[in-house]
Antibody
Framework: QVQLMQSGADVKKPGASVKVSCKTSDYMFTAYAINWMRQAPGQGLEWMGW????????NYAQQFQGRLIMTIDISTTTAYMELRRLRSDDTAVYYC?????????????????WGQGTLVTVSS | DIVMTQSPDSLAVSLGERATIKCKSS????????????LAWYQQKPGQPPKLLFY???TREFGVPDRFTGSGSGTDFTLTISSLQAEDVAVYYCQQYYHPPQTFGQGTKVEIK
């Protein structure tokens, strides 16, 4: 069945960067986008952006502009999320999830399959 | 950005009783071109990623028990659990995908009374 497997937990110092991977399997990688969301401890879900696996186009939430980079490797059907200039309030569980394209809105839809999550801790 | 507001923040319901969660969007998520509501519901249990329950506001994802119902249109939506089971204890989130950024409600925690 469809699987998204994320890299393991990581600890970073403020100002550093983190790169989380999301290895997908058992579906046509380029027919979907990968959404990235995060969840701070005890908090709700926050959408960070998506990357269209067909053409590599991205859409980032405004609050992450300038320090978020999403990439894909089609050969390994893996998506990556890199967040730079980390702050303590970036401490969160980061999720990748699959999303299908919507022709009417030229955008992407709900997230139907999720990775298990990656805890990123930012601490000095 | 479209703001999603859920109510209540938490509720406690007896086993076998009905649980109702509301979700309101700051602007319509009903697209006039296809008459579809761009609204999804998720269930999240502790230590797990969210699980998709409904999309298009009322289309049940495969494998979701039929005691769960999604309804509503435009700006007002409801998730109903007709007969609460112990395994339904979780936090429930609504999400709009009408226009980026995709936004989530703050979540509603459902517990057993």
């Amino acid at each position: 069945q469809v699987q998204l497997m994320q890299s393991g937990a990581d600890v970073k110092k403020p100002g550093a960067s983190v790169k989380v991977s999301c290895k997908t399997s058992d579906y046509m990688f380029t027919a979907y986008a990968i959404n990235w969301m995060r969840q701070a401890p005890g908090q709700g879900l926050e959408w960070m952006g998506w990357i269209n696996a067909y053409n590599g186009n991205t859409n980032y939430a405004q609050q992450f502009q300038g320090r978020l980079i999403m990439t894909i490797d089609i050969s390994t059907t893996t998506a990556y999320m890199e967040l730079r200039r980390l702050r303590s309030d970036d401490t969160a569980v980061y999720y990748c999830a699959r999303s299908s394209y919507d022709l009417v809105t030229d955008s992407f839809r709900w997230s139907d399959n999720w990775g298990q999550g990656t805890l990123v801790t930012v601490s000095s | 950005d479209i703001v999603m507001t859920q109510s209540p923040d938490s509720l406690a319901v007896s086993l076998g009783e009905r649980a109702t969660i509301k979700c309101k969007s700051s602007q319509t998520v009903l697209h006039s071109s296809n008459n579809r509501n761009y609204l999804a519901w998720y269930q999240q249990k502790p230590g797990q990623p969210p699980k998709l329950l409904f999309y298009w506001a009322s289309t049940r994802e495969f494998g979701v028990p039929d005691r769960f119902t999604g309804s509503g249109s435009g700006t007002d939506f409801t998730l109903t659990i007709s007969s609460l089971q112990a395994e339904d204890v979780a936090v429930y989130y609504c999400q709009q995908y009408y226009h980026p950024p995709q936004t989530f409600g703050q979540g509603t925690k459902v517990e057993i009374k």
